[in-house]
C-alpha cells in the first residue's frame, strides 16, 4: 500500500481537483493466486464499498461502474469503478482493478519460464524472480488487485457528506461539519461557560 503525488500527461487541466496535472493517491497491491483472482476481485469491491460507508459516505450516493471491456486498459482484466454522486454530477471516486499478472510478469527476470498470463514487454534487465512456488513446486507469478482513491476526491465526497445545516427552531440555522468521530480533528473541547 501507498500513498503519494501521481502526475497526468494531459496538456489542459480543467474541472478543478479532478483533472488537475498533479495529485494524491493512494493504492494497494493485494497478490492472489491465478484463479482466486475474480472473488478476490469482488471481496475488494465489497471492502472498499464498506471502507467508504465507514467515512461517512452513504451508499446511496455511490453507483458502481462495471467498466466495460473496449475502455479497459490493457492490463485490466476487470475493473470496477466506485462513482460518487458530487453536488456537480457522477465522478469516479475510485477504481478497483484486477491486473492479473501483469505487473509481476512486467518487472521479473526468466519471463518465458514463468506462463506469463499478460501481455508484457521483454525485460532483460531485471535480476529478481518475482513469483512463488506451489505444492508441486512449480512457479507461478501471482495476480494482483488493485483499490486506487484519489485523496482529493476522497475528502471532497467526505466533506461534502458531512456538511449540514441544522434547523435550530424559530427561523434560526446553523452549518455543521458532522464528520464521523474517527475523522474528526478535534474529539473534546473544554470551553468556559458563559451567561449567553
Known sequence: AQIGKAFRNEITPRNFIFRVREFEQMELEYFVMPGLDEGSHDSWVQKRLDWWV????????????????????????????????????????????????FDLGSHTKNQNDLNISANVKDNKDSNTRLAIQDENNNWIVPYVIEPSAGVDRGVLAVINEAYTVEDLGNDKKRTVLKLKKHLAPIKAAVIPLKRN
Do not use: C, W
Open 54 to 101: 465507514a467515512q461517512g459516505v452513504p451508499m446511496e450516493n455511490i453507483e458502481l461502474y462495471d467498466v466495460p471491456s473496449e475502455e479497459l486498459a490493457h492490463y485490466s482484466k476487470k475493473t470496477i469503478d466506485l462513482m460518487y454522486k458530487f453536488p456537480h454530477g457522477l465522478e469516479e471516486l475510485e477504481g478497483i482493478a484486477n491486473r492479473t499478472d
